[in-house]
Nanobody, 124 residues
Framework: QVQLVESGGGLVQAGVSLRLSCAAS????????MGWFRQAPGKEREFVAV????????DYADSVKGRFTISRDNAKSMVYLQMNNLKPEDTAVYYC?????????????????WGQGTQVTVSS
């Protein structure tokens, strides 16, 4: 019933920008925090960013702070990740996720639904 569908990934050169989108359905979107995670080949999934239900507070991993911006549009049930100055180490599958208890957290265990992911590949 709950669906999260990511889009916007691709193959890009280092230094350019991409905007990822996540379309949500099947739940009361504006009642929950939403997050972005990523997983590179051979590595564990890691936290990227999270945003509160209203967008009033955001948290970022140190590796992306100052380059990435998370945002949401509750009227459209959409969450976005603007990625600027991309680096090869940003290469990963990016996932959007629904927080399970309307709480801002970096722990993947606190998210109960996940999208299928979108591939971002950054060449040097």
């Amino acid at each position: 019933q709950v669906q999260l569908v990511e889009s916007g990934g691709g193959l890009v050169q280092a230094g350019v920008s991409l905007r990822l989108s996540c379309a949500a359905s099947g739940f009361t979107f504006d009642s929950y925090a939403m997050g972005w995670f990523r997983q590179a080949p051979g590595k564990e999934r890691e936290f990227v960013a999270v945003i509160t239900w209203s967008g009033s507070f955001k948290d970022y991993a140190d590796s992306v702070k100052g380059r990435f911006t998370i945002s949401r549009d509750n009227a459209k049930s959409m969450v976005y990740l603007q990625m600027n100055n991309l680096k090869p180490e940003d290469t990963a599958v990016y996932y959007c996720a629904k927080q399970r208890r309307s709480r801002v957290t970096r722990s993947g265990a606190e998210y109960d639904y996940w999208g299928q992911g979108t591939q971002v590949t950054v060449s040097s």
